[in-house]
């Protein structure tokens, strides 16, 4: 299975005490098998732009140099295919009734363009374009209900 991490994924996996389930389920892939978009390397960009300088700020900044050297030629550019996909996608969406965000939608977008699972907590907006989930939080959850 070929997987796009969103970024609470890649939060839990940089958190020793991040949830288990969803460092097993990571471990349990290939390196080959996962993916990051262009843009959920400028989303973390972005959030370690706007800290104040100190040792959080630098610790983040060396995390995302490190995931991009890591994922080099498996970070996902925004391309004109995969932006027409998300404006066919959400314009369905939208008649429908479902507002999807515009970050969500894009990376939705990127999974479905490239044939890739999204790995997430956050489905809704990702299950109203149709892009395949995996959800270790709710797996969990649902075992501990058992």
Known sequence: MRI???TCALAELRDPRGHPAVKEAVALLRDDE???SALTVGEI???IFLLRDGRKKRSLSAWLI???NQFADRILPLEHETAHLWGEISARC?????????LEGLLAATALRHGLHIMTRSTQGFVAMGT???D???LSEDEERC
């Open 4 to 6: 796009l991490l969103d």
């Open 34 to 36: 996962l993916y990051l």
């Open 45 to 47: 960009s972005k959030r």
């Open 66 to 68: 490190s995931l991009e």
């Open 94 to 102: 939208q008649e429908n009734g479902v507002i999807v965000a515009l």
């Open 132 to 134: 395949l989930i995996v």
């Open 136 to 138: 270790p939080w709710k």
